[in-house]
């Protein structure tokens, strides 16, 4: 059964809530996910009136961190399984065989 936000700290609805707000940065060249751009991030809590600063940064990081590597094993994932279908595409190109009548 999955944990409802609802359930969690104020601290942590807080840390979600904010960190959706955050832009995400993308590597142009590779398409890596790189985490979060997080220069607006003092706008938000001030806007939003964050007491506990330090602790709902601690749970956003701790979140980018998660997110980060699951988006990194996804990416070799679909890397290792491009590789494969190449491979496989190239290894059963070679073996035509024809009919020729003369």
Known sequence: MPVELT?????????????GFLPDVW???????????WSSLQYFMTIYEVEEEKVVI??????ETITINHRADKQQENRKKAERQAKNSAGSGGNYTHSVKG
């Open 7 to 19: 359930g969690m700290p104020v601290e942590v609805q807080t840390a979600f809530f904010i960190y």
């Open 27 to 37: 590597d142009g060249m590779s398409g890596t996910y790189m985490g979060k751009d």
């Open 58 to 63: 601690m749970f956003m990081k701790m979140y």
